[in-house]
């Protein structure tokens, strides 16, 4: 839907997920083959993973202040499914997070939101206001408080919806 730029880092992965469905068009990327290969599915993980993908929006409609788009596994509750590990490298002392054994998709989310955390540009991820869009998008305004994927999309429909109300509220 939205022509921005991708969220950075590891949040383009979630992003992506998210953005797999268009609420608007009907269509799920989830459903083709190389929707599905673009995340490492089988074609039998793609429930877990369209479970994953709600969950996410959820949390991402909820960082712009919106309530759930419709009832959801809780993503905590997913991602006590994907333990993380601490990994140092013996050679040079780095550490990095990796996922423990478990579910590919849900342990590299589960690594791209802690290492976003760390960050601090997990709030910034925002799924879009619109009931007919939800697209996930990174909030790149100044005071992080974006509402729409959008501008030119979802909020210039959103602002001539209340200017018609507002019109047809002075016209009675």
């Known amino acids: ?3 921005r730029v991708p969220a950075p ?5 979630i992003e992506a997920l998210v ?8 269509t799920d990327e989830l459903d083709t083959a190389d929707g599905r290969a673009r995340f490492g599915l089988a074609e039998g993980e793609t429930e877990s993973a ?8 959820a949390t991402l409609l909820a960082h712009a202040g919106h309530p759930p788009h419709r009832e959801t596994t809780p993503l905590g509750e997913l ?4 333990p993380l590990l601490v990994a140092i490298d013996p050679q040079d002392g780095s550490a990095h997070i990796r996922p423990a054994d478990g579910d590919p998709l849900l342990s590299r989310v589960a690594s791209a939101i802690a290492r976003s955390l760390a960050e601090g540009t997990w709030p910034r991820l925002k799924a879009c206001e619109a009931p007919t869009c939800h697209w996930a998008y990174y909030d790149r305004s ?4 974006g509402r729409w994927c959008s501008m ?3 909020g210039a429909r959103a602002k001539m919806r209340t200017y018609r109300a507002r019109q047809a509220g002075e016209a009675s």
């Open 142 to 145: 100044p005071a992080g408080r």
């Open 50 to 57: 369209r479970e994953l993908r709600e969950s996410l929006r």
């Open 152 to 154: 030119a999309v979802c």
């Open 1 to 3: 839907m939205s022509e």
């Open 9 to 13: 880092g590891d949040l383009a992965l």
């Open 79 to 82: 991602l006590a499914r994907a």
């Open 19 to 26: 953005n797999t469905l268009d609420i608007e068009a009907g």
